[in-house]
């Protein structure tokens, strides 16, 4: 199984950056996956990192260390949209393929 | 347009009852997923569907059943509700290509009196 670590709340000024940081323990790593969920609606798909190194698109991205079992989601120029939850999940090549493991969230709050 | 569609949106029952929650996907995706997501927003699988086949059975209470009429449909039922089990239920489906990308329907909230 799994251990998904996260932060549980971080707080940010409208136009700053933050990062959050996301830890794992799996038996047979096979994709990392960030999700943003809104309050009182659907999760929805961000990025997904399988190899080292970062991934980019506008102004989020995503890293990953496999060695290291860490992961990260930044986001750039933070708009009071980005309030919000954002899920770091896991997928193991031990489970059964699809199967995703998720940490608890971080919330998210962007103040004026 | 609606990919993955939810009825209903909320659910307010009693303890006791037998409800179910029905979920379509226009996605064309193999795979189909229940979650549950508990009042501390964990988001917890409970089962999965490949083409109408069970794929993954979390360890849930047989109360709840899982039923695939065909890969675009996958409903849970639940007997004999629980307070515990008053949460919000995503539905979730995914194709069957790398990295098998999850998109969610929108939740139903049940509530459980």
């Known amino acids: 199984g799994q251990n998904i670590d996260q932060p549980t709340e971080m707080t940010a000024t409208e136009g700053a950056i933050v990062q959050i940081n996301c830890t794992y323990q799996t038996s047979g790593f096979n994709g990392l996956f960030w999700y943003q969920q809104h309050a009182g609606e659907a999760p929805t798909f961000l990025s997904y990192?399988?190899?080292?190194g970062l991934e980019e698109k506008g102004r989020f991205s995503s890293f990953l260390s496999r060695s290291k079992g860490y992961s990260y989601l930044l986001l750039k120029e933070l708009q009071m949209k980005d309030s919000a939850s954002y899920l770091c999940a896991v997928r193991d090549i031990t489970d059964s393929w699809g199967k995703l493991q998720f940490g608890a969230g971080t919330q998210v709050v962007v103040t004026p | 347009d609606t990919a993955v569609s939810q009825t209903p949106k909320y659910l307010v029952t009693q303890m006791g009852n037998d409800k179910s929650i029905k979920c379509e996907q226009n996605l064309g995706h193999d795979t189909m997923y229940w979650y549950k997501q508990d009042s501390k927003k964990f988001l917890k699988i409970m089962f999965s569907y490949n083409n109408k086949e069970l794929i993954i059975n979390e360890t849930v209470p047989n109360r709840f059943s899982p039923k695939s009429p065909d890969k675009a449909h996958l409903n849970l039922h639940i007997n004999s509700l629980e307070l515990g089990d008053s949460a919000v239920y995503f539905c979730a489906s995914s194709q069957g290509d790398d990295p098998e990308t999850q998109y969610f329907g929108p939740g139903t909230r049940l509530l459980v009196l």
């Open positions: 990192n399988v190899l080292d």
